[in-house]
């Protein structure tokens, strides 16, 4: 298990970590979530080693990550790092190197790797001539030509088409149920929605929300869609604690408050006539996700 | 996993993709054509300028000396073709046209040379002596005199003794030491900048990222460092071989003058110089983002080669053992290219190349711990050129940076 507790980190007057904490269990994908310059990038930075915390630590497997055990995590930075005019399979016989594979290990492992990404035909080619999205698919396989124990990937899917976000969350998804943790960043919330189990959204250097994704779009109000063809205006009105937040239509979208009894709603709208819909409404982790920038709290 | 493997690989990969690289082989192969080139001129150069032929026509009673001039001329290296005339018209004609070098007519005291411009000065000396020789014979013949006994005394030359002799291999060693120095200087300031422009590279493309999660700081510079000096070693030995092959089949420059301690020296000088130089070049390039802001900091390591080579042109080509050549080649920095000039001219003794040699250790060792420190804080500083302060880890804001 990958543990970083009460990581801060200042740049001069800016503050780019304030006391966060979350942890990433083997199996899990955790999905990590913030606007520009939420601190995202500095967090995975630290837990490469790349960059030191002023305090705080990062444990893994229980004791205080070191060097070494830092070179068995499969890393993607934000920016592609990779060699433009080395050629692919050269590329990654030399990750393979240098993370401990001798020279004919290294050279099975990123044949293996390519054929399985769909880009065997592609080993002699250099990086520089290959497509945004198989770039980004051998930056992967950098990521996991030695086997990794632990996979940090920063906005792995940047610029991806929707064909090539399901190639690479297919592969990741495959390391993760073989037991490694994964974590990783992402603008696009409907791939983070979909692909991560767990979600943590950062602001300002602070984690404001962290949870699974139902348990994050749980926490918001609670709200019913209601199609009730025959129901007039007001017709939820005696419902005590309902209030209603849009029409369209014959769709009625009501909120219940704490302590509201939805059964009640719907057996009003069912005496009002048929009832086509009846269904919780969840906002999306986009929805959320604004709704957290923009100050409204979404509490521990 | 161990540095040493660690570096090779690092190294490995520096050198395999440098080495197949078409920057590499037209370089090499222009430095060679470049250098067959001046080779082979200066042979044909040597070889053109000792002998001259001239057509000479001979008129008349002149005809008489005609054997004696070409014997006398050829001693000289002049080349005589001799053409008997009978017409002093027709020889002048051919002296107008061309087609003789010099026209000769009369004899002794009444000799006379018909040329267009010029007579050649060996010719005239030649053409003074054997009709001086002519008008003697004719007087020792009339008073009963033999002329082969007075000409026999007469076959002799003034005893010569250099009291400050020319050395005649001085030249060729000043020529030498500066193709030393040379070739040291443009390798240095070529693969200096190259390993600048690499770190700026892996910086640029954040590669330097991903192999810091793997890789010591230290240990990405030393293996970079390692694979481009590799390439350069092998182009220098490439470079020299096929020059010291080139000047010794055209006979310009013997062996045994570029001696195997020139050679040999100027191997250590290119490595020691290299180090030095090379970890200068590393630290500035980690100190900025992008390849056209390089200059602005590899503009003083750049400036002392410079100057160093300049040194080396004016001061210790020149004067080799002169004391201003010696306290220069004392100066680290300034070593590798103003030592060579010395061993070449032969005139630095082996204690005094020891101690220079220790001298550049010990600053290549301060210099290693410098580079490092400003590489380690400075090669993850992404955005403009890294503050000095930031680079060398004394940043008010507190300590170090990892």
Redesign the interface.
């Known amino acids: 298990m990958l543990e970083l507790s009460h990581l801060t980190k200042?740049y001069?007057a800016l503050e780019a970590l304030h006391d966060l904490s979350f942890n990433v269990t083997p199996g899990e994908i955790f999905g990590f979530v913030g606007a520009n310059g939420a601190g995202k990038t500095t967090t995975m930075?630290v837990v490469?080693?790349?960059?030191?915390a002023d305090s705080g630590s990062v444990i893994w497997d229980g004791s205080p990550i070191t060097?070494e055990t830092?070179?068995r995590?499969g890393?993607i930075?934000?920016?592609?790092?990779?060699?433009?005019?080395?050629t692919v399979i050269?590329q990654l016989v030399?990750?393979g190197?240098?993370?401990?594979l001798n020279r004919k290990a290294a050279r099975e492992a990123s044949t293996t790797l390519l054929e399985r990404l769909g880009l065997a035909d592609r080993a002699k080619s250099q990086l520089q001539s290959l497509s945004h999205g198989n770039q980004q698919r051998v930056q992967l396989a950098?990521a996991l030509v030695f086997s990794p124990d632990l996979l940090v990937l920063d906005e792995p899917f940047a610029g991806l088409d929707p064909v090539a976000v399901d190639a690479m969350t297919e592969i990741v998804r495959a390391e993760a149920d073989a037991g490694k943790p994964v974590v990783l960043s992402s603008h696009q919330l409907d791939i983070v929605e979909r692909v991560c189990d767990r979600v943590g959204i950062i602001n300002h250097g602070q984690m404001v929300a962290l949870g699974t994704v139902t348990e994050l779009t749980d926490r918001g109000p609670l709200r019913f869609w209601v199609d009730a063809p025959s129901a007039a205006a007001g017709w939820y009105d005696h419902v005590a604690g309902t209030s209603l937040v849009e029409q369209d239509g014959s769709r009625w979208l009501l909120q219940l408050d704490d302590g509201a009894d939805e059964q009640a709603v719907l057996r009003t709208a069912l005496a009002t006539g048929p009832v086509h819909e009846f269904r919780r409404d969840r906002p999306a982790l986009t929805q959320l996700f604004r709704d957290v920038m923009s100050g409204k709290a979404v509490d521990e | 996993?161990s540095s040493q493997t660690?570096i090779r690989?690092?190294a490995a990969?520096e050198f395999m993709?440098r080495i197949r690289t078409r920057v590499f082989a037209i370089s090499t192969v222009l430095v060679l054509i470049g250098i067959g080139a001046y080779i082979l001129l200066q042979a044909y150069v040597f070889n053109q300028s000792t002998t001259t032929s001239l057509d000479v026509g001979f008129v008349g009673t002149a005809q008489s000396i005609s054997a004696p001039v070409r014997a006398e001329a050829a001693g000289a290296g002049v080349t005589i073709t001799v053409h008997p005339y009978t017409s002093l018209a027709a020889g002048k004609a051919d002296v107008q046209s061309g087609v003789l070098s010099a026209l000769v007519s009369g004899s002794g005291a009444g000799t006379t040379v018909f040329v267009q411009t010029t007579v050649d000065p060996t010719l005239q000396t030649v053409l003074n002596d054997q009709t001086r020789q002519q008008v003697l014979t004719e007087y020792l013949t009339q008073h009963g005199l033999a002329p082969s006994d007075l000409l026999g005394q007469l076959n002799f030359s003034v005893g010569i003794n250099e009291l400050s002799p020319v050395n005649a291999g001085r030249i060729e060693q000043i020529v030498i030491g500066l193709l030393v120095a040379g070739t040291l200087y443009v390798t240095l300031l070529a693969y200096g900048q190259f390993v600048a422009a690499g770190v700026i590279?892996e910086k640029s493309?954040?590669?330097?990222?991903?192999?810091?999660?793997?890789?010591?700081p230290w240990q990405l510079m030393l293996g970079k460092i390692t694979g481009i000096g590799l390439v350069a070693l092998v182009q220098v030995v490439l470079v020299a071989g096929v020059a010291l092959v080139l000047a010794s089949a055209t006979k310009l420059v013997s062996i045994p003058t570029l001696s195997v301690d020139v050679v040999i020296s100027g191997m250590v000088w290119f490595v020691l110089g290299y180090l030095m130089y090379s970890l200068l070049f590393a630290a500035a390039g980690s100190m900025v983002s992008r390849q056209e802001e390089v200059s602005s900091v590899a503009l003083p390591v750049i400036g002392v080669l410079v100057a160093a080579w300049i040194l080396a042109i004016t001061v210790a080509a020149p004067d080799p053992g002169g004391t201003g050549t010696t306290v220069l080649s004392f100066i680290p920095m300034l070593s590798p290219v103003i030592m060579p000039v010395r061993i070449a001219a032969g005139v630095a003794p082996f204690w005094e190349v020891a101690i220079s040699v220790v001298l550049v250790i010990a600053t290549i060792a301060g210099l290693a711990a410098l580079a490092g420190r400003i590489y380690r804080n400075s090669v993850?500083r992404v955005g403009g050129r890294v503050k000095w302060s930031d680079a060398l880890g004394i940043a008010p804001?507190g300590k170090p940076?990892?």
């Open positions: 200042r001069g930075r490469l080693g790349v960059l030191e060097f830092r070179r995590i890393y930075p934000e920016d592609r790092g990779l060699y433009p005019k080395m050269a030399y990750f190197q240098l993370h401990g950098a | 996993m660690l690989v690092i990969r993709t590279e493309n954040r590669i330097v990222e991903i192999l810091l999660a793997t890789v010591r993850l804001s940076v990892a």
